[in-house]
C-alpha cells in the first residue's frame, strides 16, 4: 500500500508543470472557445497555473465549495 501512495505522490509531482494546449483547455474545462483563451491568454498554459486561475474564477462566481459541508453556513 504504501509503494502505490508513493507512485501516486511521484505521478502527481512529475505533472505539476505539464501543459495544455488551448483546445486541450477547452475541453477539459467545458468553456466556450473565447472565454476559454481569454483565460488561457492571462493565465499561460501551465496546467497548474491554470487550475488556480480556474479555482479563483469559481469562488468569484460563488460556485466553489457549493457542495462542501465544511463551507456551508451553519
Known amino acids: 500500500m504504501t509503494r502505490h501512495i508513493k ?5 502527481l509531482l512529475r505533472g505539476w508543470d505539464a501543459v ?4 486541450e483547455f477547452i475541453r477539459a474545462y ?3 472557445p473565447l472565454a476559454a483563451r ?3 491568454v492571462k493565465a499561460g498554459p501551465r496546467r497548474l497555473d491554470l487550475a488556480i486561475a480556474m ?3 469559481d469562488l468569484i462566481a460563488g ?3 457549493a457542495g462542501n459541508a465544511f463551507m456551508s453556513a451553519p
Open 55 to 57: 479555482d479563483a474564477r
Open 63 to 65: 460556485r466553489h465549495g
Open 38 to 40: 481569454e483565460i488561457f
Open 20 to 23: 495544455y494546449d488551448l483546445e
Open 7 to 11: 507512485y501516486e505522490n511521484e505521478a
Open 30 to 32: 467545458r468553456l466556450p
